[in-house]
């Protein structure tokens, strides 16, 4: 069975200063990972995601994460905060699709990100 | 392209009540989810569809749950009957086979049970 874990629900960083949000995997098979983003109010977005090849992946708003097998980590970063950032961060983990279709993300529990002014 | 569409965006109704709540995938997606969000539990998937065929309902938290797919376009998850504890915030999300299982959320529909 797959499963996530997002260390630290609540993450404050100064503007301007670097985001890291942590995450850790389990799966039995070479994973799809994913992280979404959340606004108050609002649906889940895609923010970035890693399938195969190149390990350090770029998303939107400047953010990337980078996928280390060793370590099953697929940590995001961000070098520089800024104010629109602050939002709740899910990391999730899927195997790849079967013949018969796509299969369901695992999600973490959740980082809400602050940034302070 | 729309997005997923999911209707009501809010529904407040009283304990035993039947909630029905709607959605609309992205044309053309052949996966759809239903996920319940609560401060206290967190993001659940409560049931997939692949095809309009369902795949995994194990997170259905009891019988008062259904969720049908009868046709690509339209879902409904409903609720009969309906209590407190069931207030969250219900999102449906789609995705396309030949996307590595990227899933696309709607803006959800938060239900109150009064």
């Known amino acids: 069975a797959q499963s996530v874990t997002q260390l630290g629900s609540h993450v404050s960083v100064s503007e301007g200063a670097l985001v890291l949000l942590r995450c850790n995997y389990s799966?039995?098979?070479?994973?799809?990972l994913f992280w979404y983003v959340q606004y108050p109010n609002q649906g889940l977005q895609l923010l970035l995601k890693?399938?195969?090849?190149?390990?350090l992946v770029k998303g939107i708003n400047g953010f990337e994460a980078e996928f280390k097998k060793s370590e099953t980590s697929f940590h995001l970063t961000k070098p520089s905060a800024h104010m629109s950032d602050a939002a709740e961060y899910f990391c999730?983990?899927?195997?790849?699709?079967?013949?018969?279709?796509?299969?369901?993300?695992?999600f973490g529990t959740g980082t809400r990100l602050t940034i302070i002014p | 392209d729309a997005g997923v569409i999911q209707s009501p965006r809010h529904e407040v109704t009283e304990m035993g009540q039947e909630v029905t709540l709607r959605c609309k995938p992205i044309s053309g997606h052949n996966s759809l989810f239903w996920y319940r969000q609560t401060m206290m539990r967190g993001l659940e998937l409560l049931i997939y569809?692949?095809?309009?065929?369902?795949?995994?309902d194990s997170g259905m938290p009891e019988d008062r749950f259904s969720a049908k797919m009868p046709n690509a376009s339209f879902s409904t998850l409903k609720i009969q009957p309906s209590e407190p504890r069931d207030s969250a915030v219900y999102f449906c999300?789609?995705?396309?086979?030949?996307?590595?299982?990227?899933?696309?959320f709607g803006p959800g529909t938060r239900l109150t049970v009064l």
């Open positions: 999730a983990v899927s195997e790849p699709r079967s013949n018969f279709g796509n299969e369901k993300l695992t």
């Open positions: 799966s039995s098979v070479p994973p799809y």
């Open positions: 569809f692949n095809n309009n065929v369902p795949i995994d």
């Open positions: 999300a789609s995705s396309l086979f030949s996307s590595y299982n990227e899933q696309f």
């Open positions: 890693y399938t195969t090849g190149a390990t």
